[in-house]
């Protein structure tokens, strides 16, 4: 079993629809928890970070963690076709070293 | 000049080549990262660097050499690579190294192993 899942997508949607993004992890230590964009021919920038559960809010992006279900949320509202991109997220336990999903394409047509 | 660039943008190479990639960061950062992305696959972490020691090598081919003279600058050493070294290369900086810091990504050397 993979320690990240994520659905590689592509996720295809109209332009304003609301849009979940999910991954689900299987090792119970991971309490750092990112969500990264990446555009075509360019590297991931840093989204949303989070420790920990919860939700956390910037703007039209919300993640949520719930660590009882081993789950994370990337939600974004009014999506816009800039929002077309690969959206990869990443985890990590007290450790240093951050283990990445293999990214969900995102499609946001006008 | 700002952020994290990486030069070569893109690399085609024979498998009996020695090339060089070279990632610059602009940031004031001490951590630096060696990732390689390939389709359909996690991110993997290559190389870690802090205060430009070498901390973490994961499991990487010895054709594959990093090396940091800096803070600032940091270099992989390509040599007799094979075809499923073909992928795009990944430069990450942070402030320091740790979960807690958020990584700054250059956009990638895409090589391409003939």
């Known amino acids: 079993q993979k320690e990240v899942e994520q659905d590689p997508g592509p996720l295809s949607v109209p332009e304003g629809a609301i849009v979940s993004l999910n991954c689900t992890y299987s090792?119970?230590?991971?309490?750092?928890f990112m969500w990264y964009r990446q555009y075509s021919r360019k590297g991931p920038e840093l989204l949303m970070y989070?420790?920990?559960?919860g939700n956390k809010e910037d703007g039209r992006f919300t993640a949520q963690v719930d660590k009882s279900s081993k789950y994370i949320s990337l939600f974004i509202r009014d999506s816009q076709p800039s929002d077309s991109a690969t959206y990869l997220c990443?985890?990590?336990?007290?450790?240093?070293?951050?283990?990445f999903g293999t990214g969900t394409r995102l499609q946001v047509f006008p | 000049e700002t952020g994290v660039t990486q030069t070569p943008r893109h690399l085609v190479m024979g498998m009996t080549n020695k090339k060089s990639l070279k990632c610059e960061q602009h940031?004031?950062?001490?951590?630096m990262y060696w990732y390689k992305q390939s389709a359909k696959k996690p991110l993997e972490l290559m190389f870690v660097?802090?205060?430009?020691?070498?901390?973490e090598n994961n499991s990487v081919p010895s054709r594959f050499s990093p090396e940091c003279p800096n803070s600032s600058h940091l270099f992989l050493h390509l040599h007799t690579l094979q075809p499923e070294d073909s992928a795009l290369y990944l430069c990450?900086?942070?402030?320091?190294?740790?979960?807690?810091?958020?990584?700054?990504f250059g956009d990638g050397t895409r090589l391409s192993i003939l």
């Open positions: 660097y802090s205060l430009e020691e070498r901390v």
């Open positions: 989070t420790y920990s559960s």
């Open positions: 990450a900086s942070s402030q320091d190294q740790g979960v807690n810091q958020p990584q700054h």
């Open positions: 940031l004031g950062h001490n951590a």
């Open positions: 990443a985890m990590s336990a007290d450790t240093d070293k951050l283990i």
């Open positions: 090792n119970s230590a991971f309490q750092y």
